[in-house]
C-alpha cells in the first residue's frame, strides 16, 4: 500500500518561505513522476507542480511559476516543492502524489500552509 507523508507546512507572511517535504513508500519510487497538489478552502484540489521520474522534465501552474521549484531524491524516496514569494492566495492544504494520482491508489494527510500577516 501506498503511504504519503507530507510536512513543513506552517504560518507565514507574504513574501516569506517555506520548504515541503514528502517522503513516499510501498512503490518503486524512482519509476514514478510526482506532483504537488494543493486545495484551498472551499476550492477543488489543483495540481501545483510536476517532476518526471527522473527528474529531467518539470512542469508548473502559471500561478506559481517563477516562486516555486520542485525537486526530488530518488535516493530518498522523497519530492520537495521549495515556495519563495508566497502569496494569501497560497494559502490551501498541499498534497504530494504520482501523477496521475490514480497510480498511487491513495492521499497522504497533506500540510498546511497559512500564508498571512
Known amino acids: 500500500q501506498v503511504q504519503l507523508v507530507e510536512s513543513g507546512g506552517g504560518l507565514v507572511q507574504p513574501g516569506g518561505s517555506l520548504r515541503l517535504s514528502c517522503v513516499a513508500s510501498?512503490?518503486?519510487?524512482?519509476?514514478?513522476?510526482m506532483s504537488w497538489y494543493r486545495q484551498a478552502p472551499g476550492k477543488e484540489r489543483e495540481l501545483v507542480a510536476g517532476?518526471?521520474?527522473?527528474?529531467?522534465?518539470?512542469n508548473y501552474a502559471d500561478s506559481v511559476k517563477g516562486r516555486f521549484t520542485i525537486s526530488r531524491d530518488n535516493a530518498k524516496n522523497t519530492v520537495y516543492l521549495q515556495m519563495n514569494s508566497l502569496k494569501p492566495e497560497d494559502t490551501a492544504v498541499y498534497y504530494c502524489n504520482t501523477n496521475p494520482p490514480s497510480l498511487s491508489g491513495s492521499w497522504g494527510q497533506g500540510t498546511r500552509v497559512t500564508v498571512s500577516s
Open positions: 510501498g512503490l518503486t519510487f524512482r519509476l514514478y513522476a
Open positions: 517532476i518526471s521520474s527522473a527528474g529531467g522534465s518539470i
